[in-house]
């Protein structure tokens, strides 16, 4: 067993912890997630600490919270001078790639990976930028409940074109590692942009439930007593404008559902050629997500909230010959896995070149305790002022400046139906987090910084669209001149080097 680890990170979009059967889900069929849940180290209670894509990711990347780092929506630009987990493996002497999606935003692409082996989904400019100060009017590029109101099968979407190309990309790096004489290890990075809607899906996947399998939302509450961000959802996604049918609902479940089958089978594909490539026992694997998704529990859909099914995402790490299988309890974030990986690289906790909100899980995957504290922060689509959570414990504390404070007992309240924040026996714990929040934060400060960021964004993106316009865009560079068969080496040569694995010399 090598010293340093491979990484291998599976990462889907919008993918809700709690509708894998690995975390208690009663419908998605995905036995190969259960697989690695089952051989693995399983977090049970693991958070993005922002329900959004792109701040999300930025989380992921950096181990710092999105305010430190500019990171409000999905259109704010990923300073290249801020160190990912990439910068810090390929400081290691680790190989890094990327296939998939990660929502970068800017003219940098890479962020240390080294190389990165498709497009992006989504685009890299600032046109996806919000307007807090003109909220009454819905973005024409946002969600809408037509990913509800429309769901179903199909033969083909977007989606199904990029996924499927990610991982064709992916499975033949690692073919390309196996075969190849670059000695480093290597971390490459999977990232899917399923089970995200819309919420459609190929008729085999489709046709893997049936609609009795279905379930329905368990919790239903009238708009009139839902907390304000969450009327604040409902305006953003256009819920005012398209109610969907108790029909439509479980449409776009069952889409969902085959979705996460997908998901799985690719998972299968790329661990399948893990094994082929004989690469299985130096390789940790993660999978993760980086949001979940409401599914219209409390009228709700997409993410956009700290409700559980809008940030709980699962985290399954698998190295049986590492780390014993287990269950961790305690809460954790996608900002601890920097300081994770980076310690799993350097073979100790290195010294840092940018400040680390997050901390190391390795303890954790060795069978210690677990951190059982998470910070999260809204600042994108929906929200009008800075949104801040903090969970420690089974306790889950929201607040933002404009809003009623949010506190539950996810212990004995864990559809969060019971609003603690107003029980006189409670005021203490209140005043407690909201001394605790004021020192962390400076939220007067973070909600400036958001105007002006969108102010700047809003004016730089229009004037660029002025005259030619130069995209950002990820382009990835093939040499098509270096592929397959070529004269610049002799063919029995190239055809032996190109076989894996390699037939012995004779002796």
């Known amino acids: 067993m090598a010293a340093r680890p491979n990484i291998l990170i599976l990462m889907a979009d919008q993918l809700s912890a709690g509708a894998l059967r690995c975390y208690g889900g009663k419908v998605a069929r995905s036995p190969h997630i259960d697989q690695l849940a089952s051989e693995g180290v399983v977090f049970e209670s693991f958070y993005a600490n922002s329900p959004l894509c792109a701040p999300s990711r930025f989380s992921f990347l950096a181990g710092q919270l999105p ?42 692409q890479l962020h240390g990976f080294e190389e990165r082996l498709t497009t992006d989904i989504y685009p890299a400019d600032f046109g996806w930028t919000p307007d807090w100060t003109r909220f009454d009017e819905r973005p024409g590029w946002y969600h809408t409940m037509d990913s509800v109101t429309q769901a179903g099968p199909c033969t083909r979407t977007n989606q199904i074109d990029f996924d499927d190309e990610v991982v064709f990309a992916a499975r033949q790096k690692l073919f390309d590692i196996a075969r190849g004489k670059d000695q480093r290890p290597f971390c490459l990075v999977v990232s899917m942009t399923h089970p995200h809607d819309p919420y459609t899906i190929p008729q085999e996947y489709w046709d893997r439930y049936d609609d ?37 609902v479980r449409a776009a479940r069952r889409a969902y559902y085959g979705a996460i089958a997908y998901v799985d089978d690719q998972v299968g594909l790329v661990m399948k050629t893990l094994r082929d490539a004989r690469l299985t026992d130096d390789t940790i694997v993660m999978l993760v997500s980086d949001h979940g998704d409401m599914l219209g529990e409390r009228g709700l859909w997409y993410k956009m909230t700290f409700f559980e099914g809008g940030c709980r995402i699962p985290l399954i790490v698998h190295a049986p010959g590492r780390f014993a299988a287990r269950r961790v309890p305690e809460s954790a974030s996608l900002l601890d896995l920097l300081p994770t990986l980076a310690e799993l690289g350097n073979g100790a906790a290195p010294g840092y070149a940018a400040p680390v909100d997050g901390r190391s899980l390795l303890s954790a995957l ?16 929906s929200a009008i002022a800075p949104i801040v959570m903090i969970r420690r414990g089974s306790l889950k504390f929201v607040h933002c400046p404009v809003d009623p404070d949010q506190l539950y007992d996810l212990a004995t309240d864990p559809d969060e139906l019971v609003n603690l924040a107003q029980d006189p026996a409670r005021a203490d714990m209140v005043a407690q987090l909201r001394a605790e929040i004021a020192r962390r934060w400076s939220l007067d400060q973070v909600h400036a910084e958001v105007l002006a960021s969108q102010r700047r964004r809003h004016f730089v993106y229009g004037a660029l ?21 070529r004269n610049d080496q002799e063919l029995n040569d190239l055809e032996a080097m190109a076989r894996f694995p390699r037939v012995p010399a004779p002796r």
Not at 212 to 228: E, G, M, N, T, Y
Not at 366 to 381: K, N, T
């Open 366 to 381: 060795h069978g210690g305790a677990g951190l059982g504290e998470v910070l999260g922060e809204y600042l994108g689509e």
């Open 67 to 108: 305010s430190r780092i500019g990171a409000y929506d999905n259109a704010a630009e990923y300073p290249a001078e801020v160190p990912t987990f990439a910068h810090y493996l390929r400081a290691a002497g680790y190989q890094t790639a990327l296939s998939g999606k990660m929502h970068f935003c800017g003219p940098d």
């Open 465 to 485: 669209r002025q005259g030619r316009y130069q995209p950002w865009d990820h382009q990835p560079i093939r040499d098509a001149t270096r592929a397959y068969i």
């Open 212 to 248: 009795q399998d279905i379930d329905l939302p368990r919790v239903s509450i009238p708009i009139a007593q839902l907390d304000p961000h969450s009327r604040r959802v409902r305006h953003v996604i256009g819920l005012e404008e398209q109610t969907p049918t108790t029909a439509q």
